[in-house]
């Protein structure tokens, strides 16, 4: 996965975002139920430097529109965020992550961002890939077995945030002092999951479209297929196909949320080349091809493809939805 990150606030996907949000936050009344969380002031979803989003009460009294820069406590210091979402959707989202019970203890939002700190904040994004190949040259000299993912510096200074990847237990306490000492600040180093590198990458997935876990999603799943013992054993192992792993090199997360048609609300295959839906074979579902049975391997809706794997070969094929269509049409006419 490429480490050139667009996790700034002022890009370009921001903008995109925080457009789709309120075009949603004008549609709000009638998609969410009457059963929201009360809530003694507004909530505001305030999204910080690599799509990270925190919950923030806003006491001041003035309605604050999304898009709009603010400045929020930060762990003893300050940092500017973009409101991200309000009102109705907000509570929604408290509500899917379970923090209902945590709404009276919301950090409040200190004020609105002046056009000098917003400027300032833009300083520091500029600042950061001279950071970041400090920090890499700090790694190389104290020889440490970890990959550096993202660097974030609070708009206070005080404190520098390192995001890293590593396959066993790090002393980077050298590391620490060297930074420490450069930057003048205090150094807090953060070991994310590759999930976790992908959310920050905020970039598209082989869809076309932004990843989920970087625009939509409340929560990252660590296995998508956790709660769907009964997929077929062809989805696991070397049998996935190239359009079921993301970004993260682990299962996509949309996978979780197909659409279903199986006794237990997911889809799966038949052993026939059933299980289909809105006219797509399942994935994992057994075909009959002229050279014997094939597995479904995966689908492709935008090229209107669909990837099979010879059971007695192994080999891969890609073929169109029409000539699956009529593989299946013509099997049906021949059980008839």
């Known amino acids: 996965m490429s480490t050139v990150l ?66 929020v406590e930060a762990d003893g210091g300050f940092d500017m965020g973009i409101v991200y979402a309000t009102g109705r959707i907000a509570l929604r ?19 609105r961002a002046t056009e000098e700190e917003v400027r300032e904040f833009a300083e520091i994004r500029k600042r950061e890939p001279e950071i970041r190949e400090a920090c890499i040259n ?14 974030d510096l609070r708009l206070d200074k005080q404190k520098l945030s390192v995001y890293y990847t590593a396959t066993h237990r790090v002393d980077f306490r050298g590391l620490v002092r060297d930074l420490a000492g450069e930057f003048k600040a205090r150094i807090q180093m953060v070991q994310i999951t590759t999930r976790e590198e992908a ?8 869809c076309g479209c ?37 970004l993260c ?10 659409r279903t048609n199986g006794k237990n609300g997911y889809a799966h295959g038949n052993g026939h080349g059933y299980g289909r839906q809105n006219g797509w074979p399942a994935v994992g579902a057994t075909i009959a091809v002229r050279d014997g049975n094939a597995v479904v391997e995966g689908v492709d809706q935008q090229k209107k493809s669909i990837w099979i794997r010879y059971a007695s070969t192994g080999q891969k094929r890609r073929i169109s939805l029409d000539q699956y269509n009529s593989m299946m049409g013509r099997r049906q006419c021949g059980q008839g």
């Open 138 to 151: 700090r790694i190389e000299r104290h020889q440490l077995e970890m990959k550096l993912v993202d660097i």
């Open 210 to 246: 932004s990843l989920c876990c970087s625009t939509w999603m409340q929560k990252i799943h660590s296995n998508p297929f956790a709660e769907k013992p009964q997929m077929s054993d062809s989805m696991n192992g070397d049998n996935f196909s190239f359009n079921t792993i993301g």
């Open 199 to 206: 959310r920050r990458t905020n970039t598209q997935g082989s």
């Open 93 to 111: 989202k408290i509500q899917l992550k379970g923090l209902t019970g945590e709404i009276d203890k919301l950090p409040p939002i200190m004020r």
């Open 249 to 258: 090199n682990r299962p996509k997360c949309c996978l979780g949320f197909s």
């Open 6 to 71: 667009c996790s700034c606030l002022l890009g370009d996907n921001a903008k995109v975002r925080l457009k789709l949000s309120k075009m949603l936050q004008e549609e709000a009344s009638g998609l969410y139920p009457d059963d929201l969380p009360e809530s003694p002031v507004p909530i505001c979803e305030v999204e910080m430097k690599g799509c990270r989003r925190e919950f923030y009460a806003d006491t001041s009294g003035e309605e604050i529109e999304i898009g709009t820069p603010v400045i």
